[in-house]
T-cell receptor, first 116, second 114 residues
């Protein structure tokens, strides 16, 4: 079946630095990728939708200059948290959708970001 | 815009007991409905989904869910819970057409007692 690899699974960074999270579709071409943020014991909040080769569409309230999304190829999307602060600490999850089945998402295993 | 309510934050059942997790949605048309399961520190795994047709949907791991339009509900059920079912369960709703964004409920944490 479809597999999405998300890396790293955990990262600790210092306040003010930037962190890049990768989301790769291993065995299919992901035309659309979604980035979610999950606070402890909360639901997933959609941050942005990215389509290969075009600019990401951000949800209301999400700072596009802080959360940079690049979907340069059909198998890779990256989320860069720039100038990270402790309040950016969270669990970030990507999902990828290939062509064909509607809502045929596959989720990555998530990245736990801790900013100290 | 669509929304999802999962009324129960935390449910505890005994192993072997039956389970029902509640989900209510709000959407102006026929929604696409999903149930996902998440183990601690992990991503989400799809249990089942409803798009159209038979309102009783069978999923993986022995789960099923029933779409009831009159009640705007999509409750998840399992006749006999196993200890390995302990996890967080999320109901989600999607709109037909458009960007295929999912809106998730806040989740229900399931604890299974031996």
């Amino acid at each position: 079946g479809a597999v999405v690899s998300q890396h790293p699974s955990r990262v600790i960074c210092k306040s003010g630095t930037s962190v890049k999270i990768e989301c790769r579709s291993l065995d299919f071409q992901a035309t659309t990728m979604f980035w979610y943020r999950q606070f402890p014991k909360q639901s997933l909040m959609l941050m942005a939708t990215s389509n290969e080769g075009s600019k990401a569409t951000y949800e209301q309230g999400v700072e596009k200059d802080k959360f940079l999304i690049n979907h340069a190829s059909l198998t890779l999307s990256t989320l860069t948290v720039t100038s990270a602060h402790p309040e950016d600490s969270s669990f970030y999850i990507c999902s990828a959708r290939g062509g064909g089945e509607v809502y045929g998402y596959t989720f990555g295993s998530g990245t736990r970001l801790t900013v100290v | 815009a669509q929304s999802v309510t999962q009324p129960d934050i935390h449910i505890t059942v005994s192993e072997g007991a039956s389970l029902e997790l509640r989900c209510n949605y709000s959407y102006g048309a026929t929604p696409y409905l999903f149930w996902y399961v998440q183990s601690p520190g992990q991503g989400l795994q799809l249990l089942l989904k409803y798009f159209s047709g038979d309102t009783l949907v069978q999923g993986i791991k022995g789960f099923e869910a029933e779409f009831k339009r009159s009640q705007s509900s999509f409750n998840l059920r399992k006749p006999s819970v196993h200890w390995s079912d302990a996890a967080e369960y999320f109901c989600a709703v999607g709109a037909q057409g458009g960007s295929e964004k999912l809106v998730f409920g806040k989740g229900t944490k399931l604890t299974v007692n031996p």
